[in-house]
């Protein structure tokens, strides 16, 4: 079990090839679609676009192990096309919800459709991993089955509500709620390369939020009043000199290295 922004919690992630003929969750492809098509009517308002968002990403927490299972292995889905772009659920160690929408730091976050996750791999032999180990940006993207141009049968009201595991996200949704025909396309990707994707209702934006990553890495929390303490008792200070990445090493992108005063610690890195 794995803690979950607002105290909730989540089954265990998909093994490699678990993923079945689609997230089968009775009456998930109808509220789905409704969530879609009102996050599309209120992207000119804020308000009602963060009221909406949080009503998707609560659906989409109510069925994560079942939409994580669809997106195992990963194959382009939901409209994404970037196979580059996906992430491999059965590579994770835990996956944790971002379940309220945020105003974050100028490009951190972006407001759209899909689960924002924080998504942790196993402690890896790296000596440049941050001792927490990888935190990377992950959003989970999911649509109804089928093309972006076919919408979904609905009942009257624009937007369904979900089914009742909503107002329970930490319960795995009942054997009595699965049915066999395919419901929904999931996919795992980094909200960095995927910016948008096409949908029934125009082409809509990827929920991201690159703040919770770096806050659950923690390589720039150290105590409060350490700057003071290392300069006066230096002799005291714990741990080796090291240099901490803040994701696995990537021999296409440039390394910038940043190197703290005297009287600092990493945590001056933390706004840049």
Same mark, same amino acid.
């Given at each position: 079990?794995? /803690?979950l922004?607002?105290? %909730?919690? !989540?089954?265990?992630?998909?093994?490699? *090839?678990?993923? *079945?003929n689609?997230?089968? =969750?009775?009456?998930?492809? /109808?509220?789905?679609?409704?969530?879609?098509?009102?996050i599309a009517?209120?992207r000119n308002r804020?308000?009602a676009?963060?009221?909406?968002?949080?009503?998707?990403?609560?659906?989409?927490?109510?069925?994560?192990?079942?939409l $994580?299972?669809?997106?195992?292995?990963?194959?382009?889905a939901?409209? =994404?096309?970037? %196979?580059k772009?996906l992430? #491999?659920?059965a590579?994770?160690?835990?996956?944790?919800?971002?379940?309220?929408?945020r105003v974050?730091?100028?490009?951190l976050?972006r407001?759209?459709?899909g689960?924002?996750?924080v998504?942790?791999?196993?402690a890896p032999?790296?000596? #440049?991993?941050?001792?927490?180990?990888?935190?990377?940006?992950?959003?989970?993207? !999911? %649509?109804? *089955?089928?093309?972006?141009? #076919?919408?979904?049968?609905?009942?009257?009201?624009?937007?369904?509500?979900?089914?009742?595991?909503?107002r329970?996200?930490?319960?795995t949704?009942?054997?009595?709620?699965?049915?066999?025909?395919t419901c929904?396309?999931a996919?795992?990707?980094?909200?960095?390369? =995927?910016? !948008?994707v096409?949908?029934?209702?125009?082409?809509?934006?990827?929920?991201m939020?690159?703040?919770?990553?770096?806050?659950?890495?923690?390589?720039?929390?150290?105590?409060?009043g350490?700057?003071i303490?290392?300069?006066l008792?230096?002799?005291?200070?714990?741990g080796?000199?090291?240099?901490?990445f803040?994701?696995?090493f990537?021999?296409?992108?440039?390394? $910038?290295?940043?190197?703290?005063?005297?009287?600092s610690t990493?945590?001056?890195w933390k /706004?840049?």
């Open positions: 079990m794995l /803690p922004a607002g105290c %909730q919690s !989540a089954a265990p992630l998909p093994r490699e *090839g678990g993923a *079945g689609g997230a089968a =969750v009775s009456g998930l492809g /109808p509220a789905l679609a409704g969530s879609i098509e009102a009517q209120s804020p308000e676009l963060a009221r909406d968002e949080v009503r998707q990403r609560r659906l989409l927490a109510s069925h994560l192990p079942a $994580l299972a669809e997106a195992t292995p990963p194959r382009p939901a409209g =994404v096309a970037q %196979q772009a992430l #491999n659920p590579e994770l160690r835990d996956v944790t919800p971002i379940m309220r929408t974050t730091p100028a490009g976050g407001a759209g459709i689960l924002p996750l998504a942790r791999l196993p032999r790296d000596p #440049n991993a941050p001792r927490a180990g990888y935190h990377l940006p992950a959003t989970l993207v !999911a %649509q109804p *089955g089928g093309p972006p141009g #076919n919408t979904p049968e609905r009942t009257g009201s624009r937007v369904l509500s979900a089914p009742p595991t909503e329970h996200p930490s319960r949704p009942s054997a009595a709620a699965v049915r066999t025909t929904c396309e996919a795992l990707v980094d909200p960095t390369a =995927v910016a !948008a096409p949908t029934a209702y125009g082409t809509l934006p990827v929920a939020d690159l703040l919770a990553p770096i806050e659950a890495t923690r390589a720039t929390g150290v105590r409060t350490a700057a303490a290392n300069l008792w230096p002799g005291h200070f714990r080796e000199p090291r240099i901490v803040l994701e696995p990537q021999p296409d992108k440039t390394p $910038l290295v940043l190197v703290h005063g005297l009287l990493p945590a001056v /706004p840049l």
